[in-house]
């Protein structure tokens, strides 16, 4: 099979003390897929082809966590033996094989060198078993030299990595799998001593020493080269060009774009976001949707979209529209305006965009929760919206919105506004958004006015400040008031060798009494669909609260249990447990603003709290979990489910 990714690059790396220096000099790459090619390249720079310290407790690659051979925990995960000892240069050497205890647990196998007195790592060559429950990866190879310093330390000599992605792990003479192949080859030389010998290791002609000055502080530095093409490289950079003009692949790489961007390519428009297609509720019963805006193709740096909908039920249209504009300044910068016409959930997260903002997050996290609604959701508000935004990226980890809003609300059948004996036909707001993002250099990908974040072992943080006012068109009494609603989130993955846990906790408070639909309300669904950051069990509406906090936990224990278990294991089943909670207050006195409808109460004593026990990566992508409420009584009964069984597309490494 013709390989769909290659990519070759010149690149120069300096380290002086304990700062880095590289930029690349030459590069060359092309792939089938023209609109993911940048993706699979950082998912690649990013999460495969990085430097192995085999001293940390585990290696995180493509975001799942191995457990080192020499780390503290070892003996957990591996059986160590001496298998050979040797005397170089009047030290004595010592050779130890390690092999996992469980083929299918994601950990190494191979043999490491250590020298004896310092028992320091010399050498360390470490791979996938094939067998281990890790989708999508065929085959996985390290192999580290480790040389000593002048003084007495030691640093990376080559470090090589052989990586080979399949469709279809299985051998087989009769089907061809898809794979593509990923090396990477690293030379460090201590260059203190302006001593240049050759390396005793030498891998290829094609791999040279920089030619640094000696100096009092040590540099360490080499150069990547890449030899010239030979006859089957070239054939295959052609292949790859021929086949990106087939049809087929075409449209394949723009549904692979679609699932990164939400937007399907036109040419010069871009279709979509997809989650927005299709929806189903009480108020607009069927709900269609045509969102289209303008693509990179047709412009770089400015972009204009709309969308229209019709509700089969209400027969009403709802239309918005929205551009954007990338300022020409060193730091990333966008002004933005946007306008809407439409219904939205009571329970819609105001700060939702800061939890999900990644661009393939953005619709309701899962999409059977689309086509599965038991009980449509009845509350249901229409929001006329405008607002004008200004997003400011300061440095790798600092990044700003400034957003001035105006809103309408009008009232429903289900959603009644009033305030004493007077029924309002709506109300209006006046406010401005302010974010912060702190994410500690967490890595990402530049999209078209977008960004693709990829999970790293650091938390990320959203700040968020909404202030205002609100007025009420009455004829006496309160008309209107200040508020402020001001909100705190975390999202963060942490590895625990083949388990990983995912958070998000957020909390926040509103400031000021404000009309019913400014409270924050944590969201429920009524279908099968399992969200990640919605409450499974809740009905559509449950508690209003003014001060609040949320806790969302999954741990996927990556087939600890399941990978022990006879002919169960065959199948690589993966161990996931949920934990989803929520606790909120109601101290203001909101009612003499506006009444709050009957189905809206105050939340109790005792935290909502629901828990999850299930089974993921059946077939790699799909994820079944029985969900069961902790709270008991009939006070819970009133807005929520006991139990359930929740489904949803989950598809990872």
């Keep these: 099979m013709m390989p769909f990714y290659m990519d ?28 993911v090619n940048p993706q699979i390249k950082s998912v690649l720079d990013k999460k495969v082809t990085t430097e192995f310290n085999f001293y940390d407790n585990q290696i995180d690659i493509l975001t799942r966590g191995f457990p080192s051979p020499i780390s503290s925990t070892a003996l957990m995960y591996y059986n160590i ?42 050498e360390i060559k470490a791979s996938l078993p094939n067998s281990a429950n890790l989708n999508f990866v065929k085959d996985l190879e390290v192999h580290i030299n480790y040389e000593k310093l002048s003084d007495e330390q030691w640093f990376y000599k080559t470090q090589k990595i052989n990586l080979k992605l399949t469709i279809n792990k299985k051998e087989g003479n009769k089907r061809k799998k898809k794979t593509f192949d990923v090396q990477k080859l690293i030379c460090y030389r201590d260059a203190s001593t302006n001593d ?25 530095a080499f150069r990547h080269e890449v030899a010239p093409l030979d006859t089957f490289e070239q054939s295959a950079y052609k292949g790859i060009k021929q086949l990106k003009e087939n049809k087929f692949i ?83 910068s966008i002004l933005s305006a946007s306008y809407h016409y439409d219904y939205f959930d009571l329970t819609r997260n105001k ?61 429903n059948y289900n959603l009644a506004f009033e305030q004493g004996n007077q029924s309002l036909s709506h109300f209006d707001t006046y406010n401005v958004m302010l974010d912060a993002r702190l994410s500690f250099g967490q890595d990402y990908d530049e999209g078209f006015f977008s960004r693709i974040y990829y999970g790293n072992q650091k938390p990320v943080f959203h700040i968020s400040t909404l202030m205002g006012q609100y007025k009420l068109p009455v004829e006496d009494g309160k008309k209107s008031g200040y508020y402020a609603n001001v909100n705190l989130s975390m999202k963060s993955r942490f590895n625990m060798g083949p388990m990983f846990l995912k958070s998000m906790i957020e909390g926040g408070a509103v400031l000021g009494s404000v009309p019913y639909p400014l409270l924050q309300m944590p969201r429920g669904t009524r279908d099968i669909g399992s969200a990640r950051y919605h409450f499974n069990l809740l009905h559509h509406s449950s508690f209003a609260s003014d001060m609040y906090m949320s806790a969302h936990l999954c741990l996927n224990g990556g087939g600890v249990l399941f990978n022990k278990l006879p002919l169960i294991k065959k199948f690589n089943l993966r161990e996931v447990v949920s934990f989803k909670a929520y606790h909120g207050k109601l101290l203001g006195n909101h009612n003499k603003v506006m009444k709050i409808p009957n189905m809206l109460q105050a939340p109790g004593k005792e935290p909502y709290m629901e828990m999850g026990f299930g089974v993921t990566n059946i077939f790699k992508c799909l994820r079944v979990e029985y969900v069961n409420r902790i709270n008991k009584g009939a006070y819970f009964d009133k807005f929520s489910s006991s139990h359930g069984f929740r489904f949803r597309i989950e598809v990872s490494f």
Excluded at 196 to 220: C, R, V
């Design 81 to 122: 033996y001496l298998s050979d000892s040797i005397v170089s240069n009047k030290v004595k050497h010592y050779k130890f094989n390690f092999f996992p205890k469980s083929y299918k647990n994601i950990t190494f196998k191979g043999h490491f060198w250590v020298e004896e007195g310092s028992w320091a790592l010399t």
């Design 250 to 332: 075409k449209v394949a790489d723009k549904f692979s774009a679609m699932t990164l961007n939400g937007y399907y390519n036109l040419g010069k428009l871009d279709l979509g976001p997809y989650f927005s297609f299709y929806r189903k509720n009480e108020i607009e019963g069927h709900r269609l949707t045509l969102p289209l805006r303008t693509s990179e193709k047709l412009f770089k740096n400015f972009m204009a979209g709309a969308y229209l909908g019709y509700g089969f039920k209400n027969k009403e249209w709802a239309y918005g529209g929205n551009v954007k504009v990338m300022l020409p300044t060193k730091k990333r």
């Design 196 to 220: 240049l010998a050759p390396l005793a290791e030498k891998p290829s002609s094609s791999y040279a020493l920089l030619n640094t000055e000696a100096s009092n502080n040590k540099i360490i």
């Design 351 to 411: 700060f939702v965009e800061f939890i999900r903002e990644n661009p393939y997050q953005q619709g309701g996290g899962n999409i059977i929760s689309s086509f599965t609604s038991e009980v449509p959701n009845p509350y249901l508000i229409r929001n006329r919206h405008v607002d004008l935004s200004y997003e400011h990226q300061i440095n790798t980890s600092l990044g700003i919105l400034v957003r001035p809003e105006l809103n309408r609300f009008y009232s």
């Design 8 to 35: 070759e690059t010149i690149s120069e790396h300096a380290r002086k003390d304990k700062e880095d220096n590289s930029h690349i000099t030459a590069q060359k790459s092309d792939g089938i897929l023209s609109q």
